[in-house]
């Protein structure tokens, strides 16, 4: 069974830095990409970045710059580096991936942007 559980969210202060984790377990991990999306209270929820089986990566308009995604195949855990935060990254933050022609998402975890 795919299970994908997130960690490292919390409340930071406008221009800090934080870094989600996302572990997977139930996939052979290597072969898939990996996603990081974002849901902000009272919006659909935002595709923030990729990192593809090959470690290509690609990033919303929105956290170009600021966030670096990476994942470590071994321990099969894909990252994300969020730095120069702003109050509009707040959000609940979801990793996700597509398995069997279905997506699959953490539960999330709550990153808060505020002084």
């Known amino acids: 069974q795919v299970r994908l559980v997130e960690s490292g969210g919390g409340l930071v202060q406008p221009g800090g830095s934080l870094r989600l984790s996302c572990k997977a377990t139930?996939?052979?991990?290597?072969?898939?990409?990996m996603d990081w999306y974002r849901q902000a209270p009272g919006k659909q929820r935002e595709w923030v970045a990729t990192?593809?089986?090959?470690?290509?990566?690609n990033y919303a308009d929105s956290v170009k710059g600021r966030f670096a995604i990476s994942r470590d195949n071994i321990r099969r855990t894909v990252s994300l580096q969020m730095n120069s935060l702003k109050p509009e990254d707040t959000a609940v933050y979801f990793c996700?991936?597509?398995?069997?022609?279905?997506?699959?998402w953490g539960q999330g975890t709550q990153v808060t942007v505020s002084s």
């Open positions: 139930g996939i052979n991990f290597k072969l898939y990409s």
């Open positions: 990192i593809s089986h090959g470690s290509n990566d």
């Open positions: 996700g991936t597509n398995y069997s022609s279905r997506p699959f």
